[in-house]
């Protein structure tokens, strides 16, 4: 907890001039077809040392081998642990560091619309999450298109367990996020006979509302052959 103060009030004291160079910039480069070994995930931030460069997968321990789950963790929540940006955005980022098996396991679905639209979707731990773009591509903070809903839950390791009310067998692999970003189909079911975990209704994935800060500003996404890539800058906000 102490750690967790001394970062948000650097952080806040950095960022009163809202500076270009106060900015949360971010780089992330993701195959969402294939193994790749040139995904990474970069970012640097007002916290000295809170930051990463290329970080990527670390072959021999599984984990991201620059610690980009830790050093994310300021620019994530406030000192309280509220939301200060979407957490389907956050946990996007790390399939950059995470096994490549991560994005079958995650049902990682990515999609370009005529119109420029990019659709981000998938499913971690029993929660579904959705990003999508303007028609320029971009990811708009605070306030753009996250949404987030409950579908199933996950017991230790896995594999998830998924509500037949978004997937026809139950698992991962098999879910219809038609289904899932569809308001007319009721949260509050039970996912399954063996447990007492409820479905729950598609809700905003954005800063909460009461957080100390919030990130504002626009984030490039482009979708070309398979690489999704990520790039811009966030400036925090005081409440």
Do not use: C
Request: aromatic content about 10%; glycine content about 10%; overall charge neutral.
């Amino acid at each position: 907890m102490a750690r967790r103060l001394w970062v948000f009030l650097a952080l806040l004291a950095l960022v009163g001039g809202f500076a270009a160079a106060q900015d949360l910039t971010i780089d992330f480069r993701y195959n969402v077809s294939r193994n790749d070994n040139q995904s990474y995930l970069t970012f640097t931030g007002p916290i000295r040392y809170m930051a990463v460069d290329k970080d990527h997968i670390d072959g021999s321990s599984g984990a991201s081998a620059k610690g980009s789950t830790e050093l994310f963790q300021p620019y994530r929540v406030d000192v309280l642990g509220k939301p200060v940006l979407s957490q389907g955005f956050r946990g996007l980022l790390l399939f950059a560091v995470a096994d490549p098996d991560q994005r079958e396991i995650d049902n990682l679905q990515v999609a370009k619309a005529r119109n420029g639209v990019i659709t981000i979707q998938y499913t971690h731990r029993g929660t579904a999450y959705r990003l999508v773009t303007d028609s320029r591509g971009r990811l708009n903070f605070p306030d753009g298109e996250f949404h987030q809903r409950k579908v199933g839950y996950i017991v230790g390791g896995g594999p998830q367990v998924i509500s037949r009310d978004f997937s026809s067998n139950g698992t991962a692999d098999r879910i219809d996020y038609d289904k899932v970003w569809d308001t007319s189909v009721a949260g509050g079911t039970v996912i399954d006979s063996s447990r007492a975990d409820k479905t729950g209704d598609v809700v905003a994935d954005v800063a909460v509302a009461d957080s100390m800060f919030y990130w504002d500003g626009a984030l490039q996404v482009t979708l070309d052959r398979n690489i999704l890539q990520i790039s811009g800058g966030l400036n925090a906000v005081k409440r």
